[in-house]
């Protein structure tokens, strides 16, 4: 595999990455697990991996559209990978099991029950203001005298009173968009940021997967996940210097197709060639180069590309 040319970057990107790299790097991503799966809920989070050429998947629905899946938002879910690096980075803290939730629940009843009451009295006022409206337009041009008009409805607003009963299958819900107990506030601050342990994660297979990851995260580029291919990641050519990174260069998962598919193996894992033969021809029908990675004996990793050129 060829090593990517070098670009020089763009001047404004480069003044603009400085003033962001000491807010970067002094940020503590925090990561709420579900399970085993590491999700980033707050924006500043998203930023900050954002920043640093992490691209993870989006895949919460949206408060305004629920009822879809072509655009989606928070929790934006990071590959193992991307989490082991910015745990070796210490860039990232986990937050216990037992403190993610926070009381969310009980907060969220609390809320509910309190809307209910504020709607309740809306609704009954404005129920009066409907009685009120048609009472006085029913008895307009009729020989009923103006007191007689006031006892009548009087004596139905009172009735209302005593009859009305506001449903909850009427009450409108209001869908949060920040999740409770991952807030800004010092003490969530400061535990963010205390020495808590990530997850540890031995698994010979995924230490090539990662090994491979940073490789070419170092060569600088993007990667994202590529089980819909086959593969183990889609490969973005993207541009770093100095590890500051400019979203707006070509290479961007947001903007662009990948260039390659990155499939990880041993070195001494036997493949069969029919696989092989698979996977290259996948690799022709979607435009892209497929590479397997394997890790050498003297630690670095290689790279083997493969292309469809016809059968014999």
């Known amino acids: ?41 707050r924006v500043q989070d998203l930023k900050t991996v954002r920043s640093q050429g992490l691209v993870g998947a989006l895949i919460g629905s949206l408060p305004r559209t629920p009822r879809q899946n072509g655009r989606l938002g928070r929790p934006l879910l990071l590959l193992p990978e991307e989490e082991r690096l ?68 009087r004596g139905r607003l009172e009735a209302l009173d005593r009859s009305f009963t506001f449903p909850r299958s009427a009450l409108a819900v209001q869908l949060s968009t920040v999740r409770a107990g991952l807030t800004y ?54 541009l770093v210097d100095s590890h500051r990174w400019c979203p707006s260069l070509p290479g961007d998962p947001l903007r662009f197709h990948a260039h390659f598919i990155a499939v ?15 996977v290259a021809r996948l690799g022709s029908n979607v435009k892209k ?6 890790l050498g004996t003297d630690g670095g990793v290689r790279y083997t590309s493969l292309q469809w050129s016809g059968m014999v």
């Open 1 to 41: 595999m060829e090593e990517p040319p070098c670009r020089e970057e763009p001047l404004a990107c480069q003044e603009e990455e400085e003033d962001n790299d000491d807010k970067s790097l002094s940020h503590v991503v925090g990561l709420s697990l579900c399970d085993s799966a590491p999700l980033l809920w």
């Open 86 to 153: 910015l745990s070796e980075h210490q860039a990232a803290a986990a937050l216990p099991a037992g403190d993610q939730d926070g009381g969310g629940v009980e907060q969220y009843e609390e809320e509910q029950q309190r809307s209910y009451e504020k709607q309740s009295i809306l609704a009954l006022e404005d129920r009066k203001s409907a009685l009120h409206r048609a009472v006085t337009s029913s008895l307009t041009g009729t020989d009923v005298g103006h007191g007689n008009t006031d006892e009548t409805l």
């Open 185 to 238: 506030c010092p003490e969530a601050r400061a535990f963010l940021q205390a020495d808590w342990p990530i997850r540890e994660q031995d698994n010979p297979c995924g230490d090539v997967r990662y090994q491979v990851f940073r490789d070419l995260r170092e060569r600088g580029f993007y990667l994202t996940s590529a089980g819909k291919f086959g593969g183990d990641f889609l490969v973005y050519p993207g």
């Open 264 to 278: 990880c193996l041993s070195l001494d894992q036997p493949v069969c060639l029919l696989d092989v033969l698979a």
């Open 289 to 294: 180069t497929v590479l397997l990675c394997s």
